[in-house]
């Protein structure tokens, strides 16, 4: 089984809909990421989380929020989405005491599209 | 302006050949993270360093902390290689600045 799950894989939305993207792990990690990849253009982080209890915004937060409802789940919202959220959405874990390197284990990616 | 510049962007072999990725960046890290990303989407860590190199496999990476620049070499390439290879730099504690990307094709 996979240790980080996302859900959905796929979704088609349109303009204006709030999506919810969401992030599971088994891996017993503090650390959780949301980062987004657009074509040509390297992975972008947009939220992160290193306990329950900590939100922080990333390079590109706008249009977006999180809520880490748990330490093994942290979900990503577009409140209102635009064609320009078009996009493949990684979550990633990460646990610092493991190493000093906070090597990073990714989902398998959603790819959103909105039309 | 990115951090981490990768050459090549892409990159055809022929099967048995040794290949080698480039990592390039700007500013001082704490940690290189080289990444495979399979033609479904799924990334994967291949390897973490801040000094030296460290090899798996036929997959070997090697920083050189002075020149800001590192290498992923794949020995004796195989098409199960063909994947987008990423560099990703750490630059404060937390945060990762990620490449572009060198995607490979290794041809049979």
């Known amino acids: 089984d996979a240790d980080v799950t996302q859900t959905p894989r796929n979704r088609i939305t349109k303009t204006g809909k709030r999506i919810m993207l969401e992030c599971s792990q088994t891996k017993g990690h503090d650390r959780m990421y949301w980062y987004r990849q657009d074509p040509g253009l390297g992975l972008r982080l947009i939220y992160y989380s290193f306990d329950v209890k900590d939100i922080n915004k990333g390079e590109i937060s706008d249009g977006y929020s999180v809520s880490r409802q748990a330490q093994a789940k942290f979900s990503l919202s577009l409140e209102s989405a635009i064609p320009n959220q078009t996009a493949l959405y990684f979550c990633?874990?990460?646990?610092?005491?493991?190493?000093?390197?906070?090597?990073?284990?990714f989902g398998p990616g959603t790819r959103l599209t909105v039309l | 302006k990115n951090e981490v510049e990768q050459s090549p962007q892409n990159l055809t072999a022929q099967e048995g050949e040794f290949i080698t990725i480039n990592c390039s960046y700007s500013v001082g890290i704490s940690a290189l993270h080289w990444l495979q990303q399979h033609p479904g989407g799924g990334i994967v860590s291949l390897f973490m360093?801040?000094?030296g190199k460290k090899k798996h496999g036929r997959l070997i990476a090697t920083i050189n902390i002075q020149e800001k620049h590192s290498s992923l070499h794949i020995t004796a390439s195989h098409p199960r290689d063909s994947a987008v290879y990423i560099c990703?730099?750490?630059?404060?504690?937390?945060?990762?600045?990620f490449g572009t990307g060198t995607s490979l094709t290794v041809i049979p």
């Open positions: 990703a730099v750490r630059i404060t504690g937390n945060q990762f600045y």
């Open positions: 990633a874990t990460s646990d610092p005491s493991a190493n000093s390197y906070n090597e990073q284990f």
């Open positions: 360093l801040s000094s």
